[in-house]
C-alpha cells in the first residue's frame, strides 16, 4: 500500500566488487566504530527480494499492470516480472517471491511458450516462489470467510492447473511448487478466522507486518514477534506466524529500485563517490538491532516494497555488492547473509527457536500512533461494501446453476472480479475514487453476465416460455419489468441454501389491482401493498408507486414459479396508513414479538419475546442516529480522520436529533414504521414481519453534509447488563469476545477511548445479559461495518462516512463520495434477534439467510404451469448444514464444500452426517476425493486424516469445512458428456 519501495537495497554501481577492492581491507572499520555481534552466535539473514504489487490502489489492476498513469506512479508489473525473471536466470544464487496471482495470470497468458519455459526452470530451481497465491492479497476486516476461501482458491487452483501440474525435475520426478505460507503483509489487522482457513489450505506460515503499536513494542522487548496462532473454534491447527521487523520495505536509505531516491552503494576505492564501507556500517547496524528482537539464529529481510524491481538487474546488483562485504567479515559482525524466501525462513527457524507463545485470540484494532487507529476502514465506501456482498449471493447461485444447467455462458468474469474485490485496497474502501469506480465497473460486469445466465437457467428449469430477466434495482423499488402496468408477469424465486425457505417477495408495481397465484397450484397467495416513499422516489425518480408484498415458499436448492396478474375485481388496495394518537402507547405484534414505539417520535422503546419464558421476557430498547465529527488534527497531534484512519473530534457522539414518525402502515404479514431525521438526509423504515425471527430495519443515510467532515452511526440502547462486553464475528466465523479498553494478551494504554474500540463486523454483531437467565440482541448486517460497545447494554454500528481530510496514509484524497451530483446515499439494513441464550444459535440461520438471499426472476406473460423443483438434490436438510460452494470443474465433475455452521460455544456439539454418494438423487457418484480448503492439494497435504477418506459417508463437527471433488458418471440416457444434474 505504501509508496516506498521499503525493504529494497538501490545499488547503482558500475564496477564488479571483485575486480575493483579488496573486500576485506575495504570493509574493515575501527574497532570502535565497529557493530558489537550479534549475542547469540553468528545469525542468518535470509534475504527475501519481493514486490507488493496492490491490485488497485492509486491505480486501476490494468493502470498498475500496463504502467499507464505515470503521473500518480511510475513503473508497471508486467516490467517488474519481465526484468525479474531474467536476472534470475543469471545467477542460480539469486531468489524471488512473487504473491498475486491476478497480475501473474495476465502476464503468463501473454507469454510464449519459451518464456515460461523460463520460469518453469526457475520454479525446479526454487530461486522462483509463489507465496501465498490468492488472487489478491485480501482484507482481514471487511471480508466473509467464503470469499476469502473463493479468492484464494482461485488463484491457487490457477496456478496448480496453469503451472504446477506435469512440472517435473530432471529425473521425472514430480516438483511440488505449490505455496505453503500466507504472505498478509499490508492488511490493516489481522483476524484470527483467516489465520484458521489459511491453516486449512495448507499454508503452515502466517507473515504479517502490521500490529498494533503498542503490542508490537511489547513482542520486539520479549523477543515474541514469532509465535503459534490457533482457533480453538476453528480447526484447532496451529499456524506459525511471524511479525515483519520495521514493515515490509527495506531497511532506510537502502532501496535500490528506480522508484527509490536512496544512494546506489559505490564499491570503486577510486571513486569519489565510494560509500561501501560507510553504507555497509549502517546496514550491519541495522541489522544488529533486528537480531536482538529474535530468538532463533534467523533472521529476515524484506527487500522490497510497492511495485519494486522494476530494474532488477539495478536492484541485485547493489544488493550483490553488500552481501560480499557482510559474508567477508561475518566473523567480526556476527551475521551470514543468504538469498532465501519465506518457506526456507520459516524451516530454519522452527529448527531453533524452541518453545513459542501460543495466540487465540485476534489482532484488531491496528494502530500505528496513539491518536492513529485504524477502524475507520471498517465503513469506508458503505456502498461499495454492500455492492460486493450483493455480487457474492448472485455468484453463488450462478455457479450453482453453471454446473447444475451449464450452458455457454461462465461464472468466471464474475469470480475473478470478486477475487479482486477483496484486495485489502477495495473492499476495504481505500483506494482512490476511480479506483473504486473501476472495481465497481468489474464487478457490475460480471453480475450482467451472470444474471444472463441464472435467468437462462432458470427459464428452462421453469419452462417458462418468454425470457426472463433480473431488477437490480429492486431496493430502489425499481423493475421494469413489473411496473409497466402489463396484464400479468411471471416471477421465479430460486433458493441457494439447502434448507427449505419461507420468504418475503418485495415487487415493484404500477397499481395495486393485482393478485399473485403459485404456478404449480393455482392457489392465490395474500398480496399486500405498500406506498413507495417519498425518500425512494427522490432517490430514484424512476421508482414505482407502490410495491406488492408475498410470502413464497421455495425448495432447497431449487425453485418455485409465481403468476402476478391483474385483478378481474378491483376492490380497494389497501394502501393506508393509521391516525396517530400522539401520545398514546404503541406496539405491533407478530408471532414471535411485541415491539413498542413512541406514537410522537416513532422511536422504538421496548421488545418482548412472546416464546421466551412463560409469559415473554422485554427489555428496554431504543435506536437513535448520532454522528462524530471528524478531527482535522491537533496542535497537539495532527493526525485526520480520513478513509484509513477514524478519529473523532470529541469522545462523545452528537446525537442528529428525535425522530419524526412520518407513517405507520400496519399489514397482516408486515407492519411497516417510517421515521425522518435531520431534515430528510437520515431516514429509515422498521419492519415487523409476522412469521420472521428478526425486526428489519431498513436506513437511508446521505447526502451527508458537508460543513464538516462526519461519521454517521446508529446506537441501539437496552436494559441489557453487558458488563462493558460485546461480541463481534470473525470473517462471518466465530463470534469473538470484546471488552471495553481491554486487550487481552497485552496491557493497553488507552489514548483513544472511541475510535480504539471499534471493531470490524461483517456480519453480526451481539451483546448479551450476564445473568445466566438473561437476553441477549444480535444485529445482524448486509455488509462490513465497523461496531462498538462504549456504555452498558448499548451496541453502535458506523453506517456511513463523509470527510474533508485525507489521513496521509497515501491515498492523497478526501473520503468524499459522490453520486447523480450529490453526495452519496447509502441504504442498508439492520436485522435484530432479541432472544435468550438458549436459542443463540439461531443467528447462524438467520445469517445464512441474509448472505444467501433468494434470486429473483421476472418474465411477461403467462406463465406454464409446472412443479417448483430442487434440482433433486436429497441431502440432510439440517439447517445447520451449508453448501458453501457448488462450482464446475469439467463436464462430469464439481467442487463441493460442506460446512457445519455450528460454532462449539454455541452449543455445537453433535456431528452432521452426509452420504456425498445421495446428495443428488438420479445421479450416480463415480469417485470423490477430499481437498484442502482452496481445493488446490490433497487434505493429506494439508492435515491428518482420521478415517476412511474414501468412504462416501462423512462427518461434520462443529464449525469444520470440508472440501470435495465429485466426480458422476455420465447420463445413461445419451452419450453426451455434459454434466447437468437433472435434463428438462
Known amino acids: 500500500m505504501l509508496l516506498v519501495c521499503g525493504f529494497v537495497l538501490f545499488l547503482s554501481v558500475s564496477y564488479s566488487v571483485t575486480e575493483e577492492i579488496d573486500i576485506n581491507h575495504a570493509f574493515s572499520l575501527p574497532s570502535d566504530d565497529e557493530p558489537t555481534p550479534h549475542e547469540g552466535g553468528q545469525v542468518t539473514v535470509h534475504v527475501v527480494p519481493h514486490t507488493h504489487d496492490d491490485v488497485g490502489w492509486l491505480k486501476t489492476v490494468d493502470q498498475y499492470y500496463y504502467g499507464a498513469r505515470e503521473d500518480i ?3 508497471g508489473v508486467q516490467y517488474i516480472i519481465d526484468t525479474v525473471i531474467e536476472e534470475l536466470l543469471q545467477d542460480p544464487k539469486k531468489t524471488f517471491i512473487y504473491v498475486e496471482i491476478a497480475f501473474f495470470k495476465r502476464w503468463w497468458e501473454e507469454q510464449n511458450e519459451a518464456t515460461r519455459n523460463k520460469v518453469r526452470t526457475l520454479l525446479k530451481r526454487k530461486q522462483f516462489e509463489f507465496i501465498n497465491a490468492g488472487y489478491c492479497m485480501n482484507d482481514e476486516a471487511s471480508v466473509h470467510y467464503a470469499a476469502t476461501i473463493d479468492q484464494m482458491g482461485e488463484g491457487l487452483r490457477w496456478l496448480q492447473k496453469e503451472v504446477a501440474d506435469g ?20 492488511p490493516f489487522g489481522h483476524s484470527s478466522a483467516h489465520a484458521d482457513l489459511s491453516a486449512q489450505m495448507g499454508l503452515k506460515g502466517l507473515f504479517f507486518a502490521r500490529m498494533h503499536y503498542q503490542d508490537y513494542d511489547k513482542r520486539k522487548q520479549t523477543k515474541d514477534l514469532e509465535f503459534q496462532w490457533k482457533n480453538e473454534e476453528g480447526s484447532g491447527m496451529s499456524v506459525f506466524t511471524h511479525v515483519m521487523w520495521d514493515m515490509y520495505w527495506a531497511p532506510p536509505g537502502f532501496c535500490f529500485d528506480t522508484t527509490c531516491a536512496d544512494a546506489p552503494i559505490v564499491a570503486n576505492t577510486q571513486s569519489p563517490e565510494f560509500n561501501a564501507v560507510e553504507r555497509a556500517r549502517d546496514f550491519v547496524r541495522y541489522l544488529t538491532e533486528q537480531a536482538s528482537h529474535y530468538r532463533s539464529g534467523n533472521i529476515m529481510l524484506t527487500m522490497g516494497g510497492d511495485f519494486c524491481y522494476q530494474n532488477a538487474r539495478k536492484y541485485f546488483k547493489n544488493l550483490d555488492i553488500l552481501m560480499q562485504y557482510v559474508n567477508a567479515n561475518s566473523t567480526k559482525n556476527g551475521f551470514k547473509m543468504v538469498y532465501s524466501t519465506p518457506t526456507r525462513y520459516m524451516e530454519a527457524v522452527l529448527k531453533g527457536i524452541g518453545t513459542m ?15 492513529a487507529y485504524w477502524t475507520g476502514y471498517f465503513t469506508s465506501r458503505p456502498t461499495l461494501k454492500g455492492y460486493v456482498r450483493t455480487c457474492n449471493g448472485v455468484l453463488q447461485t450462478c455457479k450453482q446453476l453453471e454446473a447444475l444447467m451449464p450452458g455457454k455462458h461462465s461464472s468466471e468474469t464474475l469470480r475473478l472480479a470478486m477475487g479482486v474485490a477483496q484486495h485489502h485496497d477495495a473492499v476495504s474502501g481505500t483506494s482512490k475514487q476511480h479506483v473504486a469506480d473501476d472495481y465497481s465497473r468489474r464487478l457490475a460486469a460480471g453480475h450482467t453476465i451472470c444474471e444472463s445466465l441464472i435467468n437462462t437457467a432458470l427459464q428452462q428449469a421453469s419452462n417458462h416460455a418468454s425470457p426472463l430477466f433480473s431488477c437490480r434495482y429492486l431496493n430502489e423499488s425499481v423493475c421494469d419489468v413489473t411496473s409497466d402496468g402489463n396484464a400479468s408477469y411471471n416471477l421465479v424465486v430460486y433458493n441457494p441454501r439447502i434448507v427449505a425457505r419461507e420468504e418475503y417477495i418485495r415487487i415493484p408495481l404500477s397499481h395495486p389491482h393485482y393478485r399473485v397465484l403459485e404456478s404449480h397450484t393455482g392457489k392465490t397467495l395474500q398480496l399486500e401493498f405498500i406506498r413507495t416513499s417519498r425518500r425512494t422516489r427522490d432517490i430514484n425518480p424512476a421508482a414505482a408507486p407502490m410495491e406488492g408484498i408475498f410470502l413464497a415458499h421455495i425448495p432447497p436448492l431449487g425453485w418455485n414459479s409465481y403468476l402476478i396478474q391483474q385483478s378481474l375485481i378491483r376492490t380497494p388496495a389497501p394502501l393506508r396508513s393509521v391516525s396517530l394518537k400522539r401520545g398514546e402507547p404503541m406496539f405491533v405484534d407478530s408471532k414471535i414479538y411485541r415491539l413498542y414505539f413512541d406514537l410522537d417520535t416513532g422511536a422504538m422503546t421496548r421488545i418482548v419475546n412472546k416464546l421466551a419464558g412463560l409469559s415473554g421476557v422485554s427489555d428496554g430498547l431504543t435506536q437513535r442516529f448520532m454522528e462524530y465529527a471528524s478531527s482535522t488534527g491537533t496542535d497537539a497531534d495532527p493526525q485526520p480522520s480520513g478513509a484509513y484512519i477514524f478519529r473523532p473530534m470529541n469522545d462523545k ?12 402502515i400496519p399489514g397482516d404479514q408486515v407492519t411497516e414504521i417510517w421515521q425522518t431525521f435531520m431534515k430528510d438526509w437520515i431516514t429509515q423504515v422498521t419492519r415487523v414481519y409476522y412469521n ?55 496491557e493497553l494504554n488507552v489514548t483513544s477511548p472511541i475510535a480504539g474500540n471499534y471493531y470490524p463486523v461483517n456480519t453480526r454483531a451481539r451483546i448479551q445479559d450476564t445473568e445466566p437467565e438473561g437476553m441477549q440482541l444480535t444485529v445482524l448486517t448486509d455488509r462490513s461495518q465497523g461496531a462498538a460497545s462504549l456504555h452498558e447494554g448499548q451496541l453502535e454500528f458506523m453506517v456511513h462516512r463523509r470527510i474533508l481530510k485525507d489521513d496521509k496514509r497515501g491515498v492523497a484524497e478526501p473520503l468524499n463520495e459522490t453520486a447523480n451530483g450529490r453526495g452519496l446515499i447509502a441504504r442498508g439494513r439492520h436485522w435484530l434477534y432479541y432472544s435468550d441464550k438458549v436459542s443463540t444459535h439461531i ?69 452432521i452426517k452426509v452420504d456425498l454418494s445421495t446428495l443428488f438423487k438420479g445421479r450416480n457418484l463415480a469417485n470423490h476425493q477430499e481437498m484442502g480448503l482452496a481445493a488446490d492439494r490433497d487434505v493429506k497435504e494439508v492435515k491428518d486424516t482420521d478415517g476412511d477418506t474414501s468412504s462416501n459417508k462423512i462427518e461434520l463437527k462443529p464449525f469444520e469445512i470440508r472440501t470435495f471433488e465429485l466426480t458422476f458418471k455420465e447420463s445413461d440416457d445419451d452419450n453426451s458428456t455434459e454434466f447437468p444434474f437433472i435434463k428438462f
Do not use: C
Open 692 to 746: 420472521k425471527m428478526y425486526i428489519e430495519v431498513e436506513w437511508t443515510v446521505g447526502p451527508i453534509p458537508m460543513d464538516y467532515g462526519r461519521e454517521v452511526i446508529t446506537r441501539y440502547e437496552t436494559s441489557l447488563h453487558t458488563n462493558n462486553t460485546f461480541y463481534s464475528d470473525s470473517n462471518g466465523r466465530e463470534m469473538v469476545p470484546r471488552v471495553l479498553n481491554y486487550q487481552p494478551t497485552w
Open 653 to 664: 457522539a452528537d446525537d442528529l436529533g428525535d425522530p419524526i414518525l412520518t407513517d405507520l
Open 357 to 371: 507463545q501460543n495466540k487465540t485470540d485476534d489482532l484488531f484494532p491496528y494502530a500505528d500512533g496513539p491518536q
Open 167 to 186: 512440472l517435473e525435475d530432471d529425473n521425472g520426478e514430480k516438483v511440488t511448487i505449490m505455496p505453503t505460507v500466507a504472505w498478509q503483509i499490508d
Open 843 to 911: 443467528h447462524r440461520d438467520l445469517g445464512l439467510d441474509m448472505f444467501y438471499p433468494p434470486t429473483l426472476a421476472f418474465g411477461k406473460g403467462a406463465s406454464v404451469p409446472g412443479d417448483p423443483n430442487n434440482f433433486h438434490f436429497t441431502g440432510p436438510a439440517h439447517h445447520y448444514l451449508n453448501l458453501l460452494t457448488m462450482q464446475r470443474i469439467n463436464s462430469t465433475a464439481v467442487l463441493v464444500r460442506l460446512e457445519n455452521t455450528l460454532e462449539k460455544s454455541e452449543g455445537g456439539s453433535g456431528v
Open 73 to 75: 506512479y511510475r513503473g
